[in-house]
């Protein structure tokens, strides 16, 4: 999730197991400790374009760790404050927020090492957005109220509207997977694999990725309680088929593996970018649920593959993207995609 709402998740918990004269300090150490273990994208390097992403929500994230992380958040709370109140006290605090991190990141679609060290895959419900107004106000407001007026029922209030609107993305993310397999079954295909994830900002509309017979087909899928889903059919492209699309790429050389690492980061969901044939995209994300064109990939050199790949994005939004969008999310009818 995005950090605002990582620190309010954490806060809100916080102040819910916290006594009113310690409330405030309840809810600053508990922001504090729920945004921690982002401090993992510090973890980079320019020789490793890569590295970020192998390490972004790891080991910082996982079950396993949040003692050790909660104690470590605590401890310099603690001296930061000279010591001047209860360990205890900070401790818990610190370990109910930083305890929210993985989870909620884990009910996005990045995935996450939830279970490190004991499993290495990573785990995604695919339930929120990164980013989800709708999610994010409710609880700025509630954790504002309870630190202003001191009233532990605003955090606690705060801590049940999270978990009621994420099991009500459970359920909207229910019903899109049953309208992408009823979708699936009338195309008479036969998908291989296939995934749902809600687009930016809301979770009734889904960008829906299958695969069948070597192609992606990539569609928007719409789904709001007492209405029937609707569909908005997007684009095809192939499955990247790596010694065809690039054969002067050999195995063992830099490059190679560099793809290889992002084939399992992108849980093989890789295509070659329809706007740069030399870029090698994760057709799971895209600035529009029917969007082809995927976010983010790895540009390679094959005339030079002693280099590590460039990591890059596709994150322009133009006013007819938005449009499209928009009209999308208020179920408006758009034009079919070529």
């Given at each position: ?12 918990l916080a102040q819910s197991f916290s006594e009113s004269k310690a ?217 990247l088929k790596i010694k065809e699309a690039f054969p002067l790429l ?85 034009p079919i995609a070529e």
């Open positions: 999730m995005d950090l605002l709402t990582q620190g309010l998740v954490g806060s809100a409330q405030h300090r309840a809810a600053l150490c508990g922001a504090i400790a729920g945004l921690a273990p982002d401090l993992d994208t510090l973890i980079s390097s320019s020789a490793d374009p890569l590295l970020n992403l192998d390490y972004h929500r790891h080991f910082s994230h996982s079950l396993a760790f949040i003692p050790v992380g909660a104690s470590i958040v605590a401890l310099l709370i603690w001296f930061a404050a000279r010591r001047r109140f209860s360990f205890r006290e900070t401790w818990l605090a610190c370990f109910l927020g930083y305890g929210t991190h993985g989870l909620l990141d884990t009910c996005t679609s990045y995935g996450t090492h939830l279970l490190w060290p004991f499993a290495l895959d990573r785990i995604s419900w695919n339930l929120v957005s990164i980013i989800d107004p709708l999610f994010s106000l409710p609880l700025l407001i509630l954790v504002i109220l309870g630190v202003w007026h001191r009233r532990i029922w605003a955090p606690r209030a705060a801590s049940l509207f999270c978990l009621s609107y994420l099991l009500f993305a459970f359920s909207q993310h229910r019903v899109a997977e049953i309208a992408q397999a009823e979708l699936i079954s009338q195309r008479d295909h036969n998908a291989t694999k296939h995934i749902i994830k809600p687009s930016i900002g809301n979770i009734f509309l889904h960008r829906s990725v299958y695969l069948h017979d070597g192609i992606y087909y990539v569609d928007g899928i719409h789904v709001f309680p007492g209405l029937s889903p609707k569909i908005y059919p997007g684009g095809e492209i192939e499955a050999k195995e063992d050389t830099p490059q190679a593996k560099d793809v290889s690492r992002f084939d399992q980061l992108s849980d093989g969901y890789l295509c070659q970018h329809p706007e740069a044939d030399e870029v090698i995209g994760d057709i799971r994300y895209g600035m529009l649920p029917t969007s082809k064109s995927p976010l983010w990939g790895v540009k390679i050199n094959t005339t030079n593959p002693d280099e590590s790949v460039e990591f890059v994005k596709y994150r322009t939004v133009g006013k007819t993207d938005l449009n499209m969008f928009y009209r999308m999310l208020f179920r408006r009818s758009v």
